[in-house]
């Protein structure tokens, strides 16, 4: 089992720049990968970036070159570094965690954080 909270999100301007967190907690040594998606109101949830463990990273193109995906291992957090923000960029964000032990793959999520970017 793995436990995830985000922290971070916010109301920010267009052109601002919010930092989310993701905390992870529990069996963290089976983690492959993890991600953030989000969800805006009446879309579907889509990938925003992914970090895996052996540290490549992969971005949507919607936010390549103004999202960073990283993560700090001594503090088994995963954070996405959002600049330029833009009013598309509004939804709710989900820190995602994908493990695979003995052959089966599962998915974590966290309750989520909401971020608004303002005009």
């Known amino acids: 089992q793995v436990q995830l909270v985000e922290s971070g999100g916010g109301l920010v301007q267009e052109g601002g720049s919010l930092t989310l967190s993701c905390a992870a907690s529990?069996?963290?040594?089976?983690?492959?990968?993890m991600d953030w998606y989000r969800q805006a109101p009446g879309k579907q949830r889509e990938l925003v970036a992914q970090i895996t463990s052996g540290g490549s990273t992969n971005y949507a193109d919607s936010v390549k070159g103004r999202f960073t995906i990283s993560r700090n291992n001594a503090k088994d957090t995963v954070y996405l570094q959002m600049n330029s923000l833009k009013r598309e960029d509004t939804a709710m964000y989900y820190c995602n965690a994908i493990t695979i032990r003995f052959g089966v793959l599962r998915n974590y999520w966290g309750p989520g954080t909401q971020v608004t970017v303002s005009s």
């Open positions: 529990g069996s963290i040594f089976s983690i492959n990968a």
